[in-house]
Structure formats: C-alpha cells, structure tokens
C-alpha cells in the first residue's frame, strides 16, 4: 500500500518524490526545505518531473474485473495533477489514463478522462 500525502510545515514543504528504475515505479519518501518565497511554479515542477520519467510503464497482475485496464503505458506530455500521465490505445478508438491522484498520492488507471481531476 502506497502512503498518503504527508501534512506540511511552514518552514519546510514535504513531498513524495517518483524514483523509477528500469521502467518500474518505485514511491520514495523526500522532505525538500525550501525557502520562503521560492520561485518554483507548477509547470516547472511538472516539467522536472517529466524530464525524469520512464518514456512506457507496464501494469500487469489484475485478472478478471479491469483487467483490461492492464497493459504498456507511454509517457503524455499532458499533466496528471501536476504529475506526468500516461496513456494506453485500446479497441475502437478509446484510451485509459495512468495518473496521480493529487488527494491520495496513489496511481490509478481509468477509462475516463475527466476522472483524472475528480481523482477516481
């Protein structure tokens, strides 16, 4: 089971931070201090992120109910919840998204493209 979000102080900001190995995601627990006042905006926190994620991630292990939401996933140059996002074509035009729900910190898989904000 994957930790939810950590509460924060108001001298430091604490975040989960991605680490991937081998195409695998591994979540790793990091506290960043970070002055008051820093410049960093979303979208360059978000590219950062980018910038180190695996280009395809496969899920695999469900059978039965959603299983077909298994499968290779590539890397989106769209933001999930300030998160990279991945995307999986599957039969007759449609696409499941891989995100991070900005609630839970978890990683969910959807058919559903509006679910990425509701965080479902």
């Known amino acids: 089971a994957m930790p939810s979000s950590p509460g924060g102080a108001a001298s430091a900001a604490e975040e989960k931070e991605d680490e991937y190995e081998d195409g695998k995601l591994h979540l790793k627990e990091a506290t960043k201090t970070k002055p008051a006042g820093g410049t960093d905006t979303a979208n360059e926190l978000f590219q950062s992120r980018l910038k180190n994620a695996p280009q395809t991630l496969i899920i695999t292990g469900r059978e039965g109910s959603n299983s077909n939401l298994m499968g290779t996933f590539g890397l989106s140059a769209e933001p999930g919840n300030g998160y990279p996002r ?35």
């Not at 599957?90 to 499941?96: E, L, P």
């Not at 898989?109 to 990425?116: A, F």
């Open 86 to 120: 991945y995307t999986k074509s599957v039969a007759f035009g449609g696409t499941h998204w891989l995100f991070r729900s900005s609630g839970t910190g978890k990683w969910l898989v959807t058919d559903d493209e509006s679910n990425i904000a509701k965080n479902r």
